[in-house]
């Protein structure tokens, strides 16, 4: 993705979105938010909390000085949340409404956080609050109380993400399943060691979810796993060291040191 992807598709929405309201008004895109976790990656730019909160708050007193009533944040990027957040509940206190009305509930992050991942569920929300020290993911029911909590692997990033009543966590040394409805453990898949990973390569974000089928990053290669026994049905080793997949129908494109290559995959076993 090009630098700038947050701001450019967020910018493409409000547009559109203005278009179809005559008396809308739109106001310039804030080009850097809050991105301090991105900071390895070349190119990327931060701001604090603090200072976006201070920016977005200016810019909105004077909208509300020119007679604005209603103000709508268009955010394409995760790392800004609790700031609008903050600047949002500042706008309500001041009479100043917002698209969302009420906010039925609210969680204040830690000072040291510098990052959130979550995976919404018929259940509730399941969130991962990054900070120096290691904290499970909660699962907040629709009142926004904790039902339950899924560890974490130590010391490792991991990715989050839900499908069809199972929440999944993968990280690089293994891959778990949880029932996301009360959090109970469904399997584990080990990840088998790998001498050397590329620099800037993320392995909890290379899968792909098809059906009951998962797809994803294994050792050197990728694995094709029920999603609700872990069990592994089919593996591919490309030349080289796999780096990510695609799927689409019945194929598999995988790029990886060596090339790009296109597999295909086996077919569903027949329902019992």
């Not at 976006?52 to 995760?78: E, K, P, S």
């Not at 990280?171 to 453990?185: K, L, P, Q, V, W």
């Not at 026994?229 to 995988?254: E, F, H, K, L, R």
């Amino acid at each position: 993705m090009p630098l700038g992807t947050d701001m450019i598709l967020a910018s493409e929405l409000a547009r559109r979105a203005a278009a179809l309201v005559p008396e809308a008004v739109l106001v310039p895109a804030i080009p850097v938010g809050y991105a301090a976790y991105h900071g390895d990656f070349p190119g990327t730019l931060s701001t604090s909390p603090a200072t976006l909160a201070t920016y977005l708050g200016d810019i909105c007193h004077h909208l509300v000085r020119h007679g604005i009533t209603h103000i709508i944040f268009v955010n394409g990027h995760g790392g800004n949340l609790s700031t609008l957040e903050l600047v949002g509940r500042e706008l309500r206190r001041k009479g100043i409404a917002g698209l969302d009305g009420d906010t039925l509930w609210t969680r204040r992050l830690p000072d040291d956080c510098f990052g959130v991942d979550w995976a919404a569920t018929p259940h509730g929300l399941a969130v991962a609050v990054l900070t120096q020290e290691r904290c499970p993911i909660h699962h907040l029911g629709p009142d926004g109380s904790p039902a339950y909590s899924i560890p974490v692997p130590a010391g490792e990033r991991y990715g989050l993400r839900y499908y069809r009543d199972v929440l999944l966590l993968t990280s690089y040394s293994r891959i778990s399943a949880y029932r996301a409805g009360d959090g109970s453990f469904l399997w584990e898949v080990h990840q088998p060691g790998v001498s050397s990973l590329p620099a800037g390569f993320h392995e909890h974000e290379n899968w792909v979810l098809t059906g009951d089928t998962l797809i994803v990053r294994y050792g050197a290669g990728i694995v094709a796993c029920s999603l609700h026994t872990g069990s592994i049905s089919w593996q591919y080793n490309p030349p080289g060291y796999a780096y990510d997949v695609a799927v689409a129908g019945d194929m598999a494109y995988v790029t990886s040191s060596r090339g790009i290559f296109a597999v295909p995959l086996p077919a569903p076993a027949p329902t019992p």
